[in-house]
């Protein structure tokens, strides 16, 4: 009896890890067996878009699964393994820059060796953001998971046929609107530098700002801004004194609108719609300054009043066709 029971033993000691290393060693895969891989993307939320920080906050839900027929055990219902008891894909998400959330320790299998691994998280992630048309932009935020450690012709991911992926209709930023979203799969390059390509999924999520707080704000006013600088073309030009006194004031204004502006983008090396706007804004507020300095200087003849006068009646109705050109062509054209 003794001598049965010690073999027994050393039997279950031998076979043991045999059996653990096969549970946690990946299956047969390769390029004319693609290891196929289901992925349900539940975007809850997107609650954040950061213009400054080049970065969106989103509250995700994937539920993705796979078949390992090494699993398989004949019988119903679940199972709930803890996650480093068998193999399991190694995902990542390469954008994401940090998370709150709770990963699941264990994964579903049922008789059939069909494995579920769900993932609940919250979090922040990167995305460069193209800010020239700026405030009246659209933006594409990227959400990618990869699967490390495969040739991405090895790995085929499709999306869950059974249920739809989708995105909330009615996000908690104000003052963005989603126009639509998709899905790809396909490979994923992290680097160029003699990289190879993982397979990937990604939730394309197109969304479009709106500008009624622009326009309410800051567009609006600064048009205000703008056309009190052009009064200074309805004062005497004798009184230098009030002609220079609202030019420099609207001019500090439209500089102090440029700060604010700069506050809410990053510091991008190019031109934005509301940039170029400010820009000849300023420009234009300058040439009134000058002109307001100018004028009373050269007025001491008549020919030169007369002279001084002519042009202080033309730029009444120059400036604003000026500023109203400059804004249709940024608008349309830049």
Same mark, same amino acid.
């Given at each position: 009896?003794?001598?049965?029971?010690?073999?027994?033993?050393?039997?279950?000691?031998?076979?043991?890890?045999?059996?653990?290393?096969?549970?946690?060693?990946?299956?047969?895969?390769?390029?004319?067996?693609?290891?196929?891989?289901?992925?349900?993307?539940?975007?809850?939320?997107?609650?954040?878009?950061?213009?400054?920080?080049?970065?969106?906050?989103?509250?995700?839900?994937?539920?993705?699964?796979?078949?390992?027929?090494?699993?398989?055990?004949?019988?119903?219902?679940?199972?709930?393994?803890?996650?480093?008891?068998?193999?399991?894909?190694?995902?990542?998400?390469?954008?994401?820059?940090?998370?709150?959330?709770?990963?699941?320790?264990?994964?579903?299998?049922?008789?059939?060796?069909?494995?579920?691994?769900?993932?609940?998280?919250?979090?922040?992630?990167?995305?460069?953001?193209?800010?020239?048309?700026?405030?009246?932009?659209?933006?594409?935020?990227?959400?990618?998971?990869?699967?490390?450690?495969?040739?991405?012709?090895?790995?085929?991911? +499709?999306?869950?046929?059974?249920?739809?992926? #989708?995105?909330? &209709?009615?996000? %908690?930023?104000? /003052?963005?609107?989603? @126009?639509?979203?998709?899905?790809?799969?396909?490979?994923?390059?992290?680097?160029?530098?003699?990289?190879?390509?993982?397979?990937?999924?990604?939730?394309?999520?197109?969304?479009?700002?709106?500008?009624?707080?622009?326009?309410?704000?800051?567009?609006?006013?600064?048009?205000?801004?703008?056309?009190?600088?052009?009064?200074?073309?309805?004062?005497?030009?004798?009184?230098?004194?009030?002609?220079?006194?609202?030019?420099?004031?609207?001019?500090?204004?439209? +500089?102090?609108?440029?700060?604010?502006?700069? #506050?809410?983008? &990053?510091?991008? %090396?190019?031109? /934005?719609?509301?940039? @170029?706007?400010?820009?000849?804004?300023?420009?234009?507020?300058?040439?009134?300054?000058?002109?307001?300095?100018?004028?009373?200087?050269?007025?001491?003849?008549?020919?030169?009043?007369?002279?001084?006068?002519?042009?202080?009646?033309?730029?009444?109705?120059?400036?604003?066709?000026?500023?109203?050109?400059?804004?249709?062509?940024?608008?349309?054209?830049?």
């Amino acid at each position: 009896m003794t001598a049965v029971f010690l073999r027994f033993i050393t039997i279950a000691l031998l076979v043991l890890p045999l059996w653990g290393k096969a549970q946690t060693s990946p299956p047969k895969m390769d390029k004319e067996h693609p290891f196929e891989v289901r992925i349900l993307w539940a975007i809850l939320d997107v609650d954040e878009i950061n213009d400054a920080d080049q970065t969106f906050a989103a509250n995700i839900y994937m539920a993705i699964r796979w078949k390992d027929s090494r699993l398989a055990s004949g019988s119903e219902g679940l199972r709930h393994v803890p996650i480093n008891t068998i193999w399991h894909p190694n995902f990542v998400m390469p954008d994401l820059q940090k998370s709150w959330g709770e990963h699941p320790a264990t994964l579903e299998v049922n008789g059939e060796g069909e494995v579920v691994y769900r993932r609940k998280l919250w979090g922040t992630f990167s995305e460069p953001l193209y800010l020239h048309s700026f405030p009246f932009d659209s933006q594409e935020l990227n959400i990618r998971l990869v699967m490390t450690g495969f040739p991405a012709e090895n790995i085929k991911f +499709i999306s869950e046929p059974s249920i739809p992926s #989708g995105i909330t &209709p009615e996000p %908690s930023i104000p /003052n963005w609107e989603i @126009v639509g979203s998709e899905i790809i799969h396909g490979g994923y390059m992290p680097y160029k530098a003699g990289s190879a390509q993982v397979a990937s999924s990604l939730f394309k999520i197109k969304v479009k700002r709106k500008v009624g707080f622009f326009v309410l704000k800051i567009i609006l006013p600064m048009v205000l801004i703008v056309a009190m600088s052009w009064m200074v073309f309805y004062i005497p030009v004798k009184d230098i004194g009030t002609r220079v006194s609202i030019s420099v004031t609207t001019m500090l204004t439209l +500089i102090a609108y440029r700060f604010m502006v700069d #506050g809410l983008l &990053p510091p991008i %090396s190019y031109l /934005n719609k509301l940039d @170029v706007s400010i820009f000849f804004s300023t420009l234009l507020v300058f040439f009134t300054l000058i002109l307001a300095v100018i004028a009373p200087l050269t007025g001491g003849r008549d020919k030169q009043k007369s002279w001084v006068l002519k042009v202080n009646k033309m730029a009444r109705w120059l400036f604003p066709m000026v500023f109203v050109l400059i804004n249709i062509w940024g608008y349309f054209f830049y």
